[in-house]
């Protein structure tokens, strides 16, 4: 199975500031079609997760464009520009190139 | 707007049985495939069960910890997507959620319990 290694943030991370989430994968991610395979979700507390990124680094509809992914074919990164208290949560990246789909441990998110 | 939305949980005792049931509306349910992710209390997110469109044949994935014991399907007429949870183990305790397997779409989850 490919295992998904997220990073910690230093938390509290201050209002206004930027935030950077890295994820790790165990085994590229980059697809024969050019394609990066990662998805980026954010669970605020008490809701379902949201997606926030695929394909490394395409925005889902509706998302802020304060969010961005970027990376290689094994490590990504989630940046948050200017955090802002909607941003609170939990965010897990995951892998959808190979059966298991599996996810991260995910890394919380909190507001100074 | 795409609505997905759990039923069917509740609180079983070990070796027993639920089935999940999820409605979805709001898009072109034939076309994609569908997962149930389960969430235990406090902790992340895991894929329990995937099963593909028609056009890949209706194919299923199951987690190794669910394998033989839990069956997903879907009912493509009634846009529903399905899961038999059988001979539960308290470790299936969680909350469920169904979701698109692109992972753009998820439910507001449908909470097991699995407690003598």
């Known amino acids: 199975d490919i295992v998904m290694t997220q990073g910690a943030l230093p938390n509290p991370v201050p209002s206004g500031e930027s935030a950077s989430i890295t994820c790790q994968s165990s085994?590229?991610?980059?697809?024969?079609?050019?394609?990066?395979?990662l998805n980026w979700y954010l669970q605020r507390p008490g809701q379902s997760p949201q997606l926030l990124i695929y394909?490394?680094?395409t925005r889902a509809s509706g998302v802020s464009d304060r969010f961005s992914g970027s990376g290689s074919g094994t490590d990504f990164t989630l940046k948050i520009s200017s955090v802002e208290a909607e941003d609170v949560g939990v965010y897990y990246c995951?892998?959808?190139?190979?059966?298991?789909?599996?996810f991260g441990g995910g890394t919380k998110l909190e507001l100074k | 707007e795409v609505q997905l939305v759990e039923s069917g949980g509740g609180l079983v005792q070990p070796k027993g049985s639920l089935k999940l049931s999820c409605a979805a509306s709001?898009?072109?349910?034939?076309?994609?495939?569908m997962s149930w992710v389960r969430q235990a209390p406090g902790k992340g997110l895991d894929l329990v069960a995937d099963?593909?469109?028609?056009?890949?044949?209706?194919?299923?994935y199951y987690a190794d910890s669910v394998k033989d014991r839990f069956t997903i399907s879907r009912d493509d007429s009634q846009s529903m997507v399905y899961l038999q949870m059988d001979n539960l183990k308290t470790e299936d305790t969680a909350l469920y959620y169904c979701?698109?397997?692109?992972?753009?779409?998820w439910g507001q989850g449908v909470m097991v319990t699995v407690s003598s």
């Open positions: 979701t698109v397997n692109s992972g753009g779409y």
């Open positions: 709001g898009f072109d349910f034939n076309s994609y495939g």
């Open positions: 099963i593909s469109s028609k056009s890949y044949n209706y194919a299923t």
């Open positions: 085994k590229s991610l980059l697809h024969s079609n050019g394609k990066t395979y």
């Open positions: 394909w490394m680094s």
């Open positions: 995951q892998q959808f190139l190979e059966y298991p789909r599996t």
